[in-house]
């Protein structure tokens, strides 16, 4: 299993990124929503890390391994949710994520299955599909932002400090979610989970 891959970025293609490693270089298909920002994900000695999905396709006499890659975990998080629709396999969801997941997601917790079909390769049947089987799992995806990854620890209460986490690594400032979920809290006194006080933090952004 390889979780990660880092090496120097030397090749950019439609939907995949060719890195180098040692002298081995690997080609990592990416959706164009990953593809549009690597650039600025590349580091000062000119490496670049992913966060990566491997899996074996399958052909008629012989498997072949190939590499997805992601920016941080949140996205491949996503992507992972998004290839449990049936039907939907690795490559199509490659294909299909020419958007921000932030968009997509949005899109699927409204159940907005027209903005859904406009993705390549998604019809409207399996636009009906993703909103069906995901609808009620993408709340924390919708409130992504654009940006890298951080990593941090809070001392809180179990749920509140799963959520702040999250939303540091949605790139938002720990003040700005410190400030999001105290409000969260304060209209909504029954939330005992972490997905209930993400479902609400994503109402709440929904609201404006």
Known sequence: MIARLKGKLVEKKEHAV?????GIFYEVMVPASVL???????DASGDVT???????QIGPSSGVPVLVGFLNEVERDFFLQFISVSGIGPKAAVRALDRSIAE?????????????????GIGPQKAKEI????QSKVSRFGLIQDGGVREE???ARPFEAEALSV??????KKAEAEEMIKKALERNKSIRSVEELLNELYKQKVRG
């Not at 060719?18 to 040692?22: A, F, T």
């Not at 549009?36 to 590349?42: E, K, L, P």
């Not at 992913?50 to 074996?56: N, P």
């Open 167 to 172: 939303l540091l690594q949605l790139q938002y």
């Open 131 to 134: 909103v069906a089987k995901l």
């Open 104 to 120: 997509i997601a949005r899109a699927i917790g409204e159940g907005d299955a027209a903005a859904l079909k406009e993705l390549p």
């Open 18 to 22: 060719v890195l180098e490693q040692g």
């Open 50 to 56: 992913l966060v990566t999905h491997f899996y074996f």
């Open 36 to 42: 549009s920002r690597i650039d600025a994900a590349v």
């Open 153 to 155: 620890r809070h001392d």
